[in-house]
């Protein structure tokens, strides 16, 4: 609901969460069509509204290739991949922010991600944050996976959903997500991913939060490129394919390029690290919304 408000004002160049008045006569005029918008929304789409938690709010390293890469073995994709924590070798934090999605400021987020290697597993923490102050979602992770053999990886994170809206209040559910990456040869990766595999809802009308289902597979080309591709099935909705490609023409500089279907988009990213400190950029397209850019830092020991 947030994104059709934002998207009926941006095609009026009005902010529409600003409810002003005036006895102009071109602001009546305006005024009317921005009611009347709004109950159209209200009437045909809002009955049929489902709670937000997309899991957009990514790293700029994984929304770089279209989120292609998510069985890569890089903790960087937790958010879609909980076993890829397992692949972590010492302590790691990672920031990242996307002001202004689809050139809409009121969609704008962010985050962080944790980990911590242990004697048996890998612990990590995540926290998104999407929205404005009429709406925003924000969510907390807490993940675990361990490495079997250096063949199979396996994790499963718990992920604390809380909506807010501005003079409605808020509430929270609870999801569950697993996942499991299989090393098949030196150079390729198949894994899985089930999210909110309980079927979390929130709200009073008990909206289902979104569950996925991901599989995909990570081939190294070469020992300066790999190629990726991932298929994404919300339930709601119908299969979706991400594909990309990661090149390193230098040691300190990784470039990232991807697309997906339905919706179509491109995407492509940089890279550029100094000793234990790598600076991320990404960029998306969308034909109808824009562009969608993020960027983002990490630290590694």
Known sequence: MAILLALLGKSHYRNITTFAFSFNPFEIIYAAIR??????????????????????????????????????????????????????????????????????????????????????????????????????????????????????????????????????????????????????????????????INRPAIGGEKDQVPQLFLTGVNCDVLSTASVSLTIIKDVRYPVSVRTGARFEPLECIVLRAGLSSDPSRYYAGVSIRYSSISVDYSVATHAELGLTHTIGISFSQ
Do not use: K
């Not at 911590?116 to 995540?126: E, G, I, K, Q, R």
């Not at 199979?152 to 003079?167: E, F, K, T, W, Y």
């Not at 409605?168 to 999801?175: D, F, P, Q």
């Open 35 to 196: 009611w009347g918008g709004l109950l159209v929304l209200i009437l045909f789409c809002f009955s049929t509204s489902r709670a937000g938690f997309e899991r957009t709010p990514q790293p700029p390293a994984v929304f770089g290739d279209g989120m292609s890469s998510v069985f890569s073995g890089d903790i960087c994709q937790v958010f879609l991949n909980p076993s890829a924590a397992a692949s972590l070798r010492s302590l790691y934090a990672s920031f990242f922010y996307s002001p202004s999605p689809f050139d809409l400021p009121q969609l704008s987020n962010g985050g962080m991600i944790a980990g911590f290697p242990l004697d048996s597993f890998t612990a990590a923490v995540a926290l998104t944050r999407l929205g404005f102050s009429l709406y925003r979602e924000t969510t907390i992770s807490v993940a675990a996976a361990s490495s079997f053999g250096g063949l199979v990886s396996a994790g499963c994170s718990i992920n604390c959903d809380h909506l807010a809206i501005a003079r409605y209040g808020s509430a929270y559910t609870v999801g569950i997500d697993a996942a499991a990456t299989v090393l098949l040869s030196d150079d390729i990766r198949w894994g899985f991913s089930f999210l909110n």
